[in-house]
């Protein structure tokens, strides 16, 4: 279960109930600023149109906080009332035997309720002032006891803190707080202008150095705060999305560490192309095309970069079939569905047998039989190669490699490994053909390929 534990929303009964008096039992659920105490300090709002997290209130005459959208609310958890409050309702969930749960922006939950002020320009590096504030590792020591130790579930964070000494803080087994987290920077690589290879590798091998031996991180690369997976990582064109999809997806799935999905991804849904702020729900998107406006930028690269990075990308309907909305839903959706969908649809792809869901099936079952996919070592080849992505994964004497080109055009993995004995068990190609060299393998635009050694 996604829970929002850092705001609730401006219509829930709670704030409802905060801003009708500064004597409400509710009032310190949230944070709130009196005028007499003056302008309140500078802080940054992601979804504010003028950046600015504190909304003025004539009910009471004071300003509330809100680091999203000023309909959410921050919540105060330096109020115990209102902490007990929060492990009830995730008792009540947890008695209902769901499974686990996601901390949605609980990194920001701890903050200096004095709100001392912050150096000018911080919004331009805001989680290293926003996030793992001074009671953040309390809180989740007492819901821990309160809650998850009474309960067979899993915990996942969204957000790993600023560093890896805060990553580990939080899924140390020994300081009993969470179970996994998962960091962004890896997520963060892709952009309009395109990314480094090289990059891409060493953010990633330097988080799974950092908990080779202890501690436990997720892996992936999409979201519903993300663009297309394929759009941003592969190539989402039709002579190239099948393949860098089903590579993606490769990657992933041999990769250490839990992989965390986002729907779509498995089929190779893309970026649905839209081209006018009117397709757009996306509050920070609306927000920021009208401070556009306002400085009289230029509207037409910002609604480029939003067809690129927009998050409403990752959130048109899920294609079910090529029937009316995709099969969807019979009504009006919230998004349009991308046009693609008569082609990428469930549907369609049930009985293909080369189809990206059915590749993505595979790669499951792989990794569900494959101990050294999971927990073995993880090492990498061919470090500086821009275009190919080659490492090992090992456990005991079980011994995996895996190959995968970046790019869109025949480029060589320089490695060395006994290729009689070496047998293909997935490549996301047709065929498994081996195109060896002098030095190594030449791999197919965006093919990926394991071996087991």
Request: charged share 25%; with cysteine.
């Amino acid at each position: 279960m996604d829970f929002v534990l850092n705001h609730s929303s401006d219509e829930h009964e709670w704030f409802k109930q905060s801003r009708l008096s500064r004597k409400s039992p509710y009032r310190d659920y949230y944070h709130w600023w009196n005028v007499e105490k003056g302008t309140p300090p500078y802080r940054y709002s992601l979804f504010d149109v003028n950046h600015d997290a504190w909304k003025y209130d004539s009910l009471t005459n004071a300003y509330y906080l809100h680091y999203f959208s000023q309909k959410q609310p921050d919540l105060n958890w330096e109020n115990p009332t209102l902490c007990k409050e929060m492990y009830e309702i995730m008792k009540f969930w947890a008695d209902k035997g769901i499974d686990g749960f996601r901390l949605d922006a609980f990194q920001f939950a701890s903050k200096d309720i004095n709100f001392p002020a912050f150096p000018v320009g911080y919004e331009k590096n805001f989680l290293k002032y926003y996030a793992m504030g001074p009671y953040l590792h309390n809180y989740l020591q007492e819901m821990n006891t309160e809650v998850f130790s009474k309960y067979d579930v899993m915990t996942v964070a969204e957000g790993a803190g600023n560093n890896f000494e805060d990553a580990h803080n939080l899924v140390d087994a020994k300081r009993k707080e969470l179970n996994m987290a998962y960091a962004f920077e890896g997520v963060d690589i892709a952009n309009s202008k395109g990314y480094s290879l090289l990059h891409f590798k060493e953010v990633f091998s330097r988080w799974d150095s950092a908990f080779a031996k202890q501690g436990w991180l997720s892996i992936y690369l999409a979201n519903h705060d993300q663009a297309r997976m394929v759009s941003r990582f592969g190539n989402d064109s039709p002579q190239f999305r099948d393949l860098s999809s089903k590579l993606l997806n490769t990657f992933i799935m041999t990769m250490r560490g839990t992989p965390f999905y986002y729907n779509g991804d498995e089929l190779g849904m893309t970026n649905a192309g839209f081209s006018k702020i009117e397709d757009y729900q996306d509050m920070p998107a609306l927000n920021e095309y009208q401070h556009q406006k306002d400085i009289k930028g230029d509207i037409l690269a910002f609604l480029k970069e939003l067809q690129f990075s927009s998050r409403d990308n990752g959130r048109t309907p899920f294609q079910w079939d090529s029937s009316n909305q995709a099969g969807f839903t019979t009504g009006t959706p919230w998004l349009k569905v991308n046009p693609n969908y008569p082609q990428i649809n469930v549907k369609a792809q049930e009985n293909e047998q080369n189809s990206c869901l059915n590749y993505f099936r595979k790669l499951v079952k792989i990794r569900k039989n494959s101990p050294a996919l999971i927990y073995g070592k993880y090492t990498i080849l061919d470090k500086e190669n821009p275009d190919v992505y080659a490492y090992t994964r090992e456990e005991g004497n079980k011994k995996m490699l895996i190959l995968l080109n970046f790019s869109t055009k025949n480029s060589e993995a320089k490695i060395r490994f006994n290729h009689k004995n070496a047998k293909v068990i997935l490549n996301n190609y047709q065929d498994s053909v081996r195109r060896n060299t002098k030095s190594g393998i030449m791999l197919r635009p965006y093919e990926a390929m394991i071996f087991k050694l």
